[in-house]
């Protein structure tokens, strides 16, 4: 399927890069972690059968700029000016991190006309150790003496990878791709806060509906998609068994589809 790639300039003025695949209603994929937006392309594929797929990189990733200094309130004027190319609402599906960005979009009342989030990255209290309370400063601090791949080693345990497989992962021909990347991840630090569940945020997704989607393999990341599913009024819950966190985008894409267009 073609894919139209271009630029849009957002509220600061810095460059946000996205794909358009597609004919359809408008859909806004949010991605996460040290990747860009080409992680989500094969999914952009499969759902562009039926919407027009808006896949962007976030500020900081791939073709994006990165004005400094880094805000969060930034990310939302981003998805704003993607929505408003894409004509003044879309849908959203946010992965991972993305979800937890994209849940505060519908909850900050943006024109988010249904969403869907695969495995948010709450933690529950007890269901695993918790995250670092110093998480984000030692990420800061690892940047400033640009141990770029130290940032995604300490970031990978905190996203729930099992440690035996990190210096694996170090060896991998993708591995300097997230180094280039590592940077981004002070902003998802900024944004995800304590990693605890916001209810009270959560529960101001009142008028956009949504889906929870989790692969029933992580029991912390089950834990943390029940939370977000009973904190957003209405909100529906699914579970693709057997699915990674690294969701194959055949199998997700189809769920998405049928929650977006019934």
Not at 123 to 149: C, F, K, M, S, W
Not at 175 to 181: A, C, F, R, S, T
Not at 200 to 212: K, R
Request: charged share 20%; hydrophobic share 45%.
């Amino acid at each position: 399927m073609h894919t139209e790639t271009t630029t849009v300039t957002s509220a600061d003025g810095t460059s946000i890069a996205y794909d358009r695949v597609g004919h359809g209603p408008a859909l806004l994929v949010i991605g996460a972690g040290p990747v860009d937006r080409s992680v989500n392309a094969p999914l952009a594929q499969f759902l562009g059968a039926e919407f027009t797929v808006y896949n962007y990189d976030r500020r900081g990733r791939g073709g994006s700029g990165d004005t400094a200094p880094y805000d969060v309130s930034r990310e939302f004027e981003d998805i704003q000016a993607i929505i408003d190319v894409a004509g003044g609402s879309a849908h959203i599906f946010g992965t991972s991190g993305g979800g937890a960005i994209a849940l505060e979009a519908a909850a900050r009342g943006m024109d988010v006309t249904r969403l869907v989030v695969w495995e948010p990255p709450y933690i529950v209290a007890g269901t695993r150790p918790p995250a670092p309370p110093d998480y984000r400063q030692q990420l800061i601090d690892l940047l400033a003496e640009n141990r770029r791949g130290d940032m995604v080693e300490l970031f990978l345990p905190v996203a729930g990878l099992p440690a035996e497989f990190i210096a694996q992962m170090r060896q991998s021909p993708f591995w300097p791709d997230m180094e280039k990347i590592a940077h981004a991840l002070v902003y998802d630090a900024t944004m995800i806060g304590d990693f605890s569940v916001p209810t009270a945020l959560l529960a101001a997704v009142d008028a956009v509906p949504t889906m929870v989607i989790d692969g029933g393999t992580t029991p912390w990341v089950t834990a943390g998609a029940d939370a977000v599913a009973a904190a957003v009024p209405g909100a529906h819950r699914r579970t693709l068994t057997g699915q990674p966190h690294n969701v194959d985008p055949a199998a997700i894409a189809p769920a998405i589809a049928e929650f977006l267009t019934t």
